[in-house]
């Protein structure tokens, strides 16, 4: 991903990362031609007998027929847990004349580890008088967040008008395959009184850095504090993070994660935590939470092991281990500070894709410099599998300090799974092995 040169600093701005090196790191993340999505579901609250009200699905499509046993006990696992993350902030609801749209999104990890995200447009149907706001949640294996936020306009402009107009819409993206990479798709879709309209949406060129917007994290916090929590993130600590708005902690914490890229974040991964799951903090093992501001007492009270709380409201860290300043090496960390810094040059305005590719490269290019000569430590055996070899792999670091933080870095999982693919990914050439 190209950014910008940053005029004045240009003698400290560290080397560009080689395109082939970016891609040569990258997996592939989706493959064109896969469904948008698993179901659209619509949850609304429903008063219950004591006189709270309980988020409950009351549309769903597709309905799925003909599921396997064990196909059906995943569905239904996947069902019960939605009306829970699409209300997170409890059920202390009243009818209302007016309520500003929403949109956030949670993660729900599957038992073999894999992930669906649900996309949420929060929104208060036409009508008069006072009414509850209803959730449409598209659950999707995909991420790419720009491309469902507009479908989720979509769907909300239909939701105006009528259910049923959202049907069809569905049913037409449902029938798209996914496009590849800067390629767009269109889809038909007839609106009552204003005739059938064409949609077009557009997958990012940069496949891995479509489901993140790097602007909301460097609008809350300063680059000094984002270099702290990325440290924390690289060693796999308990991280937490509060702020009010369900939109601010799902963006906040989604750039958080994307920061690691090429590395993914294997442990516990919840952008918002509902109310029922605060004690999620007490758990012993890594995780990355967002918790409304409003539970922060509770959560303080929780009989927490040490965790990295960052206030994205007020741009400060509550708590911290203490030795977050000393985690990454003064020398690259002073490089990220300067690549970090450019996107508050006033001479340049810079796009959100440019933000964007401007953050990602910065943190590539941070890997690049610390770990890139991985690929020379794995040895090929006549088979074609590799073996990686930690100990040359380390001692290979001429720095100190990076030896130290790296020594730290390869006992991670996110490092781990890391390897195991860069294991397996050579193809073994006819007559040598």
């Known amino acids: 991903s190209e950014g910008k040169d940053g005029g004045s ?37 429903k008063k219950m007998p004591d006189g709270h009200y309980e988020p409950k699905i009351t549309y769903q499509f597709p309905k799925r027929e003909n599921l396997l046993k064990g196909q059906k006990e995943e569905e239904e696992r996947l069902l019960q847990a939605i009306p829970l993350f699409c209300f997170p902030d409890g059920n202390n ?96 879709s007839f609106i009552p009184e204003s005739g059938t309209e064409l949609i077009e949406l557009t997958r990012p060129v940069d496949a891995h850095l479509e489901h993140v917007e790097f602007q909301a994290l460097l609008q809350r916090l300063s680059p000094h504090l984002i270099l702290h929590i990325f440290a924390s993130a690289m060693l796999e600590r308990r991280l937490i993070f509060l702020a009010e708005e369900l939109s601010v902690l799902s963006q906040c914490i989604h750039a958080v994660a994307a920061l690691l890229y090429p590395f993914t974040w294997a442990h516990t991964y919840i952008p918002v935590v509902p109310e029922c799951l605060l004690d999620t903090v007490c758990c012993p093992t890594p995780f990355m939470v967002g918790i409304q501001r409003r539970h922060l007492e509770r959560v303080l009270e929780q009989p927490m092991e040490e965790a990295l709380i960052v206030d994205l409201c007020e741009g400060k860290i509550i708590q911290a281990v203490g030795d977050e300043e000393e985690i990454l090496p003064r020398k690259l960390q002073n490089e990220m500070l300067i690549s970090l810094n450019k996107h508050n040059n006033n001479n340049n305005v810079h796009t959100l894709e440019q933000v964007n590719a401007l953050v990602s490269e910065a943190f590539v290019h941070f ?43 390869v006992k991670t999982n996110m490092f781990s799974l890391f390897i195991e693919e860069a294991e397996k990914s050579r193809i073994p050439q006819e007559g040598n092995g």
């Open 93 to 188: 609801w009243a009818p209302v004349t007016e309520f500003t749209s929403e949109t956030f999104s949670f993660v729900l990890t599957n038992v073999d580890g894999s992930r669906k995200i649900g996309y949420c447009r929060r929104l208060l149907p036409s009508g008069r008088g006072v009414r509850l706001p209803e959730v449409f949640c598209i659950i999707s294996c995909l991420g790419c967040f720009g491309l469902f936020s507009k479908i989720l306009d979509e769907v909300e402009k239909r939701r105006q008008i009528s259910m049923a107009v959202i049907y069809p819409f569905m049913q037409g993206l449902r029938e798209s395959p996914f496009p590849a990479p800067g390629k767009t798709v269109t889809i038909k």
């Open 9 to 45: 600093a240009a003698e400290n701005t560290p080397p560009r990362v080689p395109q082939g090196k970016v891609k040569e790191w990258s997996s592939a993340f989706y493959s064109a031609g896969q469904f948008f999505f698993e179901y659209l579901v619509v949850v609304s609250l």
């Open 367 to 409: 890997f690049v410099r610390l770990v890139g000569h991985y690929a020379s430590h794995i040895k090929w055996g006549r088979s074609g599998s590799g073996s990686f070899q930690e100990r040359a792999f380390c001692k290979a670091i001429a720095s100190k300090s990076c030896r130290r933080l790296v020594k730290k870095f």
